[in-house]
């Protein structure tokens, strides 16, 4: 069975266009737009970031240049996002189209495949954990661990229009440096958390109760039917200020994930990321996934 498999931060273009709303009073350029998301991701002096960790659902849109299709998933992911003592943490849980397990401790990477009774174990200590790993120099590991230094990797402007159609700011980030999985990534940046980083208010920590956050417009899919109704995008809690991410490839495959119910800062121990194979299901290492069985 063809699987496809997108590691974030993962993704289709989103409709991006001059809004019709009012301009908010307060004024926001592109370097604030930026400052909001590394301010929200790298660590102060006490070593943690304001965003040490996220839980969200998610969707996910996949565009085939090649055949011309879209496949389309939803599921949940969990991400502890690196530190000084601890590598990048992840685990994605894919309901749609099809059951899936994507998790890795920043030593083992698991995918798992229930359908088939099947894991694939691979070793990734070598790009968290190798000796002279520079986070600031190698970017071209996966894009969750620069979040706090996008300016650094990225040159980056505001994509065509500036806005999505619900006001929200559209970045374009293109690699200083040749990666070899991504040719631009497109970053949809809550406005409401732009204007707070800009009038230096104190973001908070949770959602009032009943106070619904202004959702960005999702483009037009079409059907759903074949994944039921769709999840309202983005997330009430302001401190997360990625609605979506964006991510195209040499050849021209894009893959958008959006985010929604998102819950930050839940202290995820370790044990939250490692994975306990299940009894007779088979393990395969990367090596021998094209050996003759």
Known sequence: MKRYIVLPVVLLLLNVCVPSFAVPQVKVGLNDVIATVESSFKAGKSGEAPIADFMADFFQ?????????????????????????????????????????????????????????????????????RPGFN??????????????????????????????????????????????NTRRI????????????????????????????????????GPAEQFGPLPPIGGASDPFPLLSTTVEDQEGNRTT???????????FQQSSFSFLIPPGVQVVKPSELNQPR
């Open 61 to 129: 849109s996949t565009f085939l240049a090649k055949d011309r299709r879209e496949m389309r998933g939803d599921g949940q992911i969990s991400v502890k996002l690196p530190n000084a003592a601890s590598p990048l943490m992840y685990r994605f849980l894919y309901y749609r189209p099809y059951q899936q397990e994507i998790v890795s401790d920043g030593n083992s990477l698991w995918i798992y495949h229930p359908e088939n009774r099947e894991v694939i174990l691979s070793d990734v200590s070598f790009i968290y954990n």
């Open 135 to 180: 986070p600031d120099r190698d970017q071209a590991v996966n894009f969750l661990q620069g979040l706090g230094r996008i300016s650094k990797d990225f040159q980056i402007n505001f994509a065509a229009g500036m806005y999505d159609s619900a006001g929200n700011y559209v970045l374009e980030l293109t690699p200083r440096r040749s990666m070899l």
């Open 186 to 221: 497109l970053l949809v940046v809550s406005r409401d958390s732009a204007i707070s980083f800009v009038t230096q208010k104190k973001p908070q920590t949770s959602t009032p109760a009943g106070i619904p956050a202004r959702p960005p417009s999702r483009p037009n899919f």
């Open 257 to 267: 994930m959006e985010f929604t119910n998102i819950r930050i800062n839940n202290r």
